[in-house]
């Protein structure tokens, strides 16, 4: 017996009750009946929280009543082509009240659907190559990688071919689905700078390089709140799809199914120790895997003024900021039609907007179109690197609005502090749960209840500084533990001041901070913003 099977039988003499459910039913039987369970025909009785299991490994989440549920699609690689768009549109205008939400894996999802519309949703969707498959509960997310993938000049990996071999190995496979003892999320990055936040991922593949040849290192165990752990271990190209499918089998057979809170692979990674779980790796995959190479992840960039970003052989980057991810089914469709006009490729960013891809000469088309100007950002630069979860309107764990006060800060902060030249992420989290990754933006906000000045319960934020993109250590600090929003405002009105005024040319907020602010202490930087 070895390490890690002996500490999964340590661990694991009781098992949660989701795992209990996993065993009495298997999810595609599930999903091979579920035009007659959303019509109620099916004849066999299937409890509450087994339905909810179930419906969450097709992306399925049921918000509480008939005409109030969630999907999520799975966008390969937050690449878009255009007759998905439309497709989507259709769908989102026709069920979903013209709702669409980007989310922080450059995924999208549709919201205010009926039950008993879901089949004829799901099937729609479908004629265009879009499934819900794997995208919720104890499955594999969509898997990230640089918006700018392949276009960058800083690209050195395509590697949208590596990560559809990592999506062969799950997707639609009835031995993965809705069987993984928590969620896995996979990100893999052929660039040097960090677009799809590598590093916060279960399983991340980071751009190295070793002996003069690109590959990747391998990190595994991040979360929300925590950087993925470095297994020492350098990956050829070639190599990515038998690493991952030797990881995620090791993950499966035994990773931890007692308590659910602490489930997820880093438990397993800090029982039996990084250096026992990379060599379990080499043993089971039968690779030649040498120790990791040279991280090459470790530059910057920000948008120019123009909202474009210059990319090789001629083309350009449009950005088209999108905040907190609110979008519209309508909107969609212009958009397609606008990549259409301009034989343009859409992609989806972690930072819930999107780029437009084309031909140098073709920008000028899609800044003249209706569309871009409508969700341009020269005119704010802090809606450039926006995210917001979904806070409590439509999630349980919600204390605040969250996507409505991270516009409303966004907009106060425009018209306060304007900037030119600059960049600064504000990441916002409605809860402690963290799915806005606050803690690895410049500026991150986690709701939470705080007190007014006559000690009356109102919506507040626990602010933190100095998260890192470039970077695989996590450096965020609590600025201050709890204030009202109005407070807050007034808090980073002063410390983007105090960046307008000391920064060095074209500086981001996160060059700053590591020249500046990191250098003090909180005492220190809150008494320079005078709260």
Known sequence: MNLIEGTFNLRNKKINKIEKLKAKRSALDFFNHFEEICKGTYEDQIGEAETKHLLKCFGIYDKGNSDNFTIRLRITGGQLNIDQAVKISQVAKKYANDYIDITTRAQIELRYLNFHELPAILKELEESKITTFQTAGDNFRGVVTSALDGFSKTSKIDTMPILKEIQEVFLNKEEYLGTLPRKFNVSILGDEINTCNVFGN???????????????????????GVQAKDLNLFIKPEQVKTVFKTIVDIFKEYGFKDNRNKNRLIFLLDAVGVEEFANEIKIKSELHLPEAGVLQVRKEFKLDNNSTIKLKDDFTAVHVGIPSGIFSGTDLEKIANTARL??????????????????????????????????????????????????????????????????????????????????????????????????????????????????????????????????????????????????????????????????????????????????????????????
């Open 202 to 224: 279960d399983c991340g593949f980071a751009l190295a390089k070793k002996d003069d040849t690109y590959g990747f290192n391998l990190y595994l165990g991040g979360k929300v």
């Open 342 to 531: 301009t034989d343009s490729k859409i992609r989806l960013t972690y930072e819930q907007s999107f780029y437009l891809i084309t031909k140098d000469e073709n920008i000028n088309l899609i800044k003249q179109s209706s569309i871009y100007n409508k969700y341009s950002t020269f005119h704010n630069v802090y809606f450039n690197n926006l995210i917001a979860c979904s806070g409590r309107d439509v999630c349980s764990f919600g204390t605040i609005d969250n996507k409505p006060d991270a516009i409303e800060m966004a907009n106060f902060l425009q018209n306060e502090v304007p900037l030119e030249n600059a960049k600064v992420r504000m990441y916002w989290s409605a809860c402690p749960k963290g799915c806005g990754i606050h803690g690895v933006a410049d500026i991150g906000f986690e709701g939470a209840k705080a007190k007014d000045k006559e000690g009356k319960t109102c919506d507040g934020v626990k602010i933190f500084i100095g998260g890192k993109a470039s970077t695989s250590i996590l450096e965020a600090r609590v600025l201050y533990k709890v204030t009202p929003l109005k407070t807050a405002q007034k808090i980073v009105k002063e410390l983007l001041t105090i960046y307008k005024e000391e920064r060095l040319e074209e500086e981001t907020f996160e060059s700053f901070d590591s020249r500046v602010l990191s250098q003090l202490t909180i005492e220190q930087i809150q008494e320079k913003i005078g709260y």
